[in-house]
C-alpha cells in the first residue's frame, strides 16, 4: 500500500487555467505539506497543515489554495496558472507536534507543466 | 532563519569505493534533527539517514553513516561500498525540535554519479 499518494503524478495545462493536485496518506499522520521543487531541484515547503488547520504558508501566492477536508487528504489547488509554476509539486506527511524525530514520508510527486 | 548549504552540485564515485557528500547548516537553536534523503530519477523522496542533535554517536544504518560535528555546524554523509544504485540527487535537510511546525530545511542537493 503507498503511504502517501497524489495523483495526477502529470499535469499538463495551458496558462490561466485552474488545476488540483490532490494527496492522501494513510499513516494515521497529523501533518501534512506541499513543497515545491522548481528547475534547479530546489525544494521548499509552501504549505503545512497540522489536523486540518493551516500552519505554515510560506509566502505562496494567493492562486495557490490547500484544502484538508480531513487529516489523511490535502489537496493544492492553482488559480490563473503562470508559466513560471512550472515544477514538480510533493506532497508529504509526518507526525504532529513537537515530535521532531519523526521523519517526513513524501508522495511521488507531481511535474505540473504550464505551456 | 535556518539555511543548509551543500557545497557539492555533483560528485562521482567509483563502484564499490567510498564517497562522503558535504552540507553545513546554520541555526541557533540547539536542539533540531538532520536528515539525509535521496531523489533518484524515479523522483521519490526517500529517508537515507537521520541525525538527533542531542546525539553524540554519529547514525549509521548499513553502508550509509554520518560524520556529524555540532560545534562545526556540519553533516556529512558517507557512503561506503558504492553501488550503481546509489545514484541520485543528495539532499541534506534540518528541522527544528521545537515549535509548531515541522517543516524540512532543504539545502540545494548533490548529483551523486556511480561509475562502474
Known amino acids: 500500500d503507498t503511504a502517501v499518494s497524489q495523483t495526477p503524478k502529470y499535469l499538463v495545462t495551458q496558462m490561466g487555467n485552474d488545476k488540483s493536485i490532490k494527496c492522501e496518506q494513510n499513516?494515521?499522520?497529523?501533518?501534512m505539506y506541499w513543497y515545491k521543487q522548481d528547475s534547479k531541484k530546489f525544494l521548499k515547503i509552501m504549505f503545512s497543515y497540522n489536523n486540518k488547520e493551516l500552519i505554515i504558508n510560506e509566502t505562496v501566492p494567493n492562486r495557490f489554495s490547500p484544502k484538508s477536508p480531513d487529516k489523511a487528504h490535502l489537496n493544492l489547488h492553482i488559480n490563473s496558472l503562470e508559466l513560471g509554476d512550472s515544477a514538480v509539486y510533493f506532497c508529504?506527511?509526518?507526525?504532529?507536534?513537537?515530535?521532531?524525530?519523526?521523519?517526513?514520508?513524501f508522495g511521488q510527486g507531481t511535474r505540473l507543466t504550464v505551456v | 532563519a535556518q539555511t543548509v548549504t551543500q557545497s557539492q552540485p555533483e560528485m562521482s564515485v567509483q563502484e564499490a569505493e567510498t564517497v562522503t557528500l558535504s552540507c553545513t547548516y546554520d541555526?541557533?537553536?540547539?536542539?533540531?534533527?538532520l536528515f539525509w534523503y535521496k531523489q533518484p530519477p524515479s523522483r521519490q523522496m526517500i529517508l537515507v539517514i537521520r541525525?538527533?542533535?542531542?546525539?553524540?554517536q554519529n547514525a549509521t544504518e548499513n553502508r550509509f553513516s554520518v560524520n556529524f560535528q555540532k560545534a562545526a555546524k556540519s553533516f556529512s554523509l558517507k557512503i561506503s561500498d558504492s553501488q550503481l544504485g546509489d545514484a541520485a540527487m543528495y539532499f541534506c535537510a534540518y528541522r527544528s525540535a521545537s515549535g509548531a511546525t515541522n517543516k524540512l530545511i532543504f539545502g540545494t542537493g548533490t548529483l551523486l554519479a556511480v561509475q562502474p
Open positions: 541555526t541557533s537553536e540547539s536542539d533540531y534533527y
Open positions: 499513516l494515521g499522520h497529523d501533518t
Open positions: 508529504a506527511s509526518s507526525r504532529g507536534g513537537t515530535q521532531g524525530n519523526t521523519e517526513a514520508f
Open positions: 541525525q538527533e542533535a542531542y546525539k553524540q
